[in-house]
Nanobody, 124 residues
Framework: QVQLVESGGGLVQAGGSLRLSCAAS????????MGWFRQSPGQEREFVAA????????AYADSVKGRFTISRDNAKNTVYQQMNSLQPEDTAGYYC?????????????????WGQGTQVTVSS
């Protein structure tokens, strides 16, 4: 049984930082691409960031480029997302995803497993 457990969400003031973590279990994820999507009420789900299985390649949405950093620790089956300079428009539920391929993609339909999400709220 594959499980993705996100943590690190919370309430932060604009300009602040948070670090999200996603611990994966049930398989060895070291060769699989992982990433983050987000969704806020009434909005479509949005790609945020992704990292390839070997951690060499990354991709970011334009809206977070330069502020968010995705990384992974394959020994711990964990992916992280450091979020700096947070703004109210970053408020959303953030979802960890895994794709059963080493190649990353920004398409949500290409990811095979999804976590339950962690809420990030940025106050102005």
């Amino acid at each position: 049984q594959v499980q993705l457990v996100e943590s690190g969400g919370g309430l932060v003031q604009a300009g602040g930082s948070l670090r999200l973590s996603c611990a994966a279990s049930g398989r060895t994820f070291s060769t699989y691409a992982m990433g983050w999507f987000r969704q806020s009420p009434g909005q479509e789900r949005e790609f945020v960031a992704a990292i390839s299985g070997n951690g060499v390649s990354t991709a970011y949405a334009d809206s977070v480029k330069g502020r968010f950093t995705i990384s992974r620790d394959n020994a711990k089956n964990t992916v992280y997302q450091q979020m700096n300079s947070l703004q109210p428009e970053d408020t959303a539920g953030y979802y960890c995803v895994v794709r059963l391929s080493s190649w990353l993609t920004i398409k949500d339909g290409s990811y095979d497993y999804w976590g339950q999400g962690t809420q990030v709220t940025v106050s102005s």
